[in-house]
Every structure is written in C-alpha cells, then in structure tokens.
C-alpha cells in the first residue's frame, strides 16, 4: 500500500510544485509533471527514511512529498539549463 499511495500523492504534489516553482526549465505537459511528482514523493519517502523520520516502508506525507517535488524540479531545472 505505500507504494501505491506515494504514487496517488505524487501526482497531485506534481501539479502543486510546477504552480509553486515556475519558470523557463521546467518539464511541460501533464505527463512530465506527474512523474516528476511520482519522483518527488519516493525521492521524499528515501530521503526521509533515511533520515529518520518515516520508518521502513512507509511512504512520505503531503509535505515531505511537495518538498521531493521541488527537489527534483531544481535538479531538473539545472541539468536543462546546462544542455541548452
């Protein structure tokens, strides 16, 4: 059930953290934008696993999620504007 419902999270938090972090790199498109929320959440769920504050297997919140996302969109946002 974690894994599935960091996905069902990921794909709202990947609408909310394009509306929070605008700009130029971002990917486009619906597509796009739900994996990189789907990323966002695992991304927060490892983070915060191994940092301690979710225990083995259990996903990441909404906010830990949000974070991910926008983690991952800076990353994203970086590795395009040093290809173009």
């Known amino acids: ?5 960091t996905i069902i999270v990921g794909l709202i938090v990947g609408v909310i ?16 934008t739900t994996i990189l929320g789907i990323v966002g959440a695992f991304v927060a769920s490892f983070l915060g696993q191994a940092l301690g504050f979710y225990n083995p297997g259990e996903g990441a919140g909404f906010i830990g999620a949000v974070i991910g996302a926008i983690i991952v969109l800076v990353i994203y946002g970086m590795v395009m504007k040093k290809q173009a």
């Open 1 to 5: 059930m974690g894994i599935i419902w």
């Open 17 to 32: 953290a394009k509306f929070l972090m605008p700009g130029n790199n971002e990917p486009k498109g619906f597509i796009m």
